[in-house]
């Protein structure tokens, strides 16, 4: 009796585990396109600085998929760039959130003469060429962000995900732009790298929050992809997922092997896009 009661609250754990991680099911969007390499904040080296143009115009012309990241302006406009604080790529002490577009366009990325990109100079540059995975800095579903980035997207006719750390903000795309293809990132969340609570540090690590986002695919952490739940899901999402930040050539080999895709920097994986 104790060992069939033990059985069944195994069996019902596990089937709350597996609701709790599911992808997206039924129908999807369209992301055969997506299924590339892509260059970490573009194809970057030194002198050609991270998240410019100059680094999205090469991983253009080497075939590449492109990594991005998007923020939002004081005034509302969605500029490419990492960081919030623009000390380490412009040596201002200042933040994004907190300038104009204005002010942020007088600014050079450190040792180029580039300057921060619009995502719509991005898309103009890139016009469909290669897919975009664009990732949305932040944890809030602000809809000052959100309803300007999905605006932006809704005219642009080349392929592209949104991904986000946060699952409101993936719901957010859920609810408001569900043809848009969507991608969990995934990694281990500590008290530095997010203020609040463990509980919510511990679901995010575990892809507990699915059941908000439900994801078309992962991108996690290349130190994670042996994890058991990342294996399941990668193979109910039938083509695997991404791994990140792949620096090596061993890596990128292994990454390969077991049915990865690369988001890479410092290394140049053989190319899978065509010119055009």
Not at 67 to 89: I, Q
Request: proline share 5%; aromatic share 8%; net charge positive.
């Amino acid at each position: 009796m104790l060992i069939g009661i033990l059985l069944l609250a195994l069996l019902l754990f596990a089937l709350l585990w597996l609701f709790l991680i599911l992808p997206r099911t039924g129908e999807s969007a369209d992301t055969d396109h997506l299924w590339v390499d892509y260059a970490h904040r573009g194809l970057h080296t030194e002198g050609v600085p991270e998240n410019s143009l100059s680094a999205f115009s090469r991983a253009v012309r080497a075939g590449y998929g492109i990594e991005l990241d998007v923020r939002r302006t004081r005034d509302g406009a969605v500029v490419v760039c990492h960081d919030d604080d623009l000390f380490r790529v412009c040596g201002v002490r200042a933040k994004v959130s907190g300038l104009t577009l204005s002010q942020i366009k007088r600014l050079t990325l450190k040792n180029s003469t580039e300057r921060i990109p619009t995502l719509s100079e991005v898309l103009s540059l890139v016009g469909g060429r290669v897919p975009l995975m664009i990732e949305i800095k932040g944890e809030r579903a602000d809809p000052r962000l959100l309803k300007p980035l999905a605006e932006l997207l809704d005219g642009y006719m080349g392929p592209f995900s949104v991904i986000s750390f946060s699952p409101l903000i993936l719901s957010w795309f859920k609810s408001y732009r569900p043809s848009f293809a969507r991608g969990q990132l995934v990694t281990v969340i500590r008290k530095h790298d997010r203020r609040g609570s463990r509980a919510v540090n511990f679901l995010l690590s575990h892809m507990l929050l699915n059941v908000l986002s439900r994801p078309d695919f992962l991108s996690v952490n290349g130190h994670l992809r042996n994890r058991p739940s990342i294996r399941l899901v990668a193979r109910l999402l039938k083509k695997g997922g991404f791994l990140w930040t792949i620096r090596k050539k061993e890596e990128y080999l292994l990454c390969k092997k077991e049915g990865y895709f690369a988001v890479f920097e410092e290394i140049a994986p053989p190319k899978r896009i065509s010119n055009r």
